[in-house]
């Protein structure tokens, strides 16, 4: 389940940088908007990482981490969600998966279901470590994103893949 794709590493200095970031940006606040219509859909559906995967993967680590920071600061000032005191977490997990979307497309030079897997199980694992560190807690309250949220993470794999698949000649 693989396929050959362009994949980037888009610098500062280009203009389409923004213009992607942007575009990805505009997908994390909608589909946020969409989960949220249902009750804990965001909890479920984890849908604030989804466009920074798709924006890391296919087009590198800045276009990645400007939709990773600037996704859940938006959504947090126009809609109150996620809430301030959950945004350091959310923003060190977001951070991560546009480092370890970018480093295995990178490894991988085409869209691969494994590599996908590999960079969502590293920023929850590692993120989930951090988030512990910062908010504390008890270790289920932490770990949500795997027991609760697992639909989400299932959705950024297989969604995730297919997006990066179609999107993938571009």
Same mark, same amino acid.
Do not use: C
């Given at each position: 389940? &693989?396929?050959? $794709?362009?994949?980037?590493?888009?610098?500062?200095? &280009?203009?389409?940088?923004?213009?992607?970031?942007?575009?990805?940006?505009?997908?994390?606040?909608?589909?946020?908007?969409?989960?949220?219509?249902?009750?804990?859909?965001?909890?479920?559906?984890? @849908?604030?990482? %989804?466009?920074?995967?798709?924006? /890391?993967?296919?087009?590198?680590?800045?276009?990645?981490?400007?939709?990773?920071?600037?996704?859940?600061?938006?959504?947090?000032?126009?809609?109150?969600?996620?809430? @301030? /005191?959950? !945004?350091?977490?959310?923003?060190?997990?977001?951070?991560?998966?546009?480092? /370890?979307?970018?480093?295995?497309?990178?490894?991988?030079?085409?869209?691969? !279901?494994? /590599?996908?897997?590999?960079?969502?199980?590293?920023?929850?694992?590692?993120?989930?470590?951090? &988030?512990? $560190?910062?908010?504390?807690?008890?270790?289920?309250?932490?770990?949500?994103?795997?027991?609760?949220? %697992?639909?989400?993470?299932?959705?950024?794999?297989? $969604?995730?893949?297919?997006?990066?698949?179609?999107?993938?000649?571009?």
């Amino acid at each position: 389940m &693989e396929s050959t $794709a362009k994949l980037y590493s888009l610098s500062l200095r &280009e203009t389409k940088t923004y213009l992607f970031a942007t575009l990805f940006i505009a997908g994390n606040i909608i589909l946020p908007q969409v989960a949220h219509l249902v009750p804990g859909g965001g909890l479920a559906w984890l @849908p604030i990482y %989804f466009f920074t995967l798709i924006a /890391a993967y296919k087009y590198g680590i800045r276009v990645g981490l400007l939709t990773a920071v600037l996704s859940p600061l938006v959504n947090s000032v126009l809609f109150g969600m996620p809430v @301030p /005191a959950m !945004l350091p977490a959310i923003l060190v997990k977001s951070s991560l998966l546009a480092l /370890a979307a970018s480093y295995f497309a990178y490894k991988a030079q085409k869209v691969s !279901l494994l /590599a996908i897997l590999a960079a969502i199980v590293s920023y929850q694992v590692i993120g989930t470590a951090i &988030e512990w $560190a910062i908010v504390g807690g008890t270790f289920n309250a932490v770990i949500t994103d795997f027991t609760f949220g %697992f639909p989400g993470l299932l959705v950024q794999l297989f $969604a995730g893949y297919f997006v990066l698949r179609a999107i993938s000649k571009l």
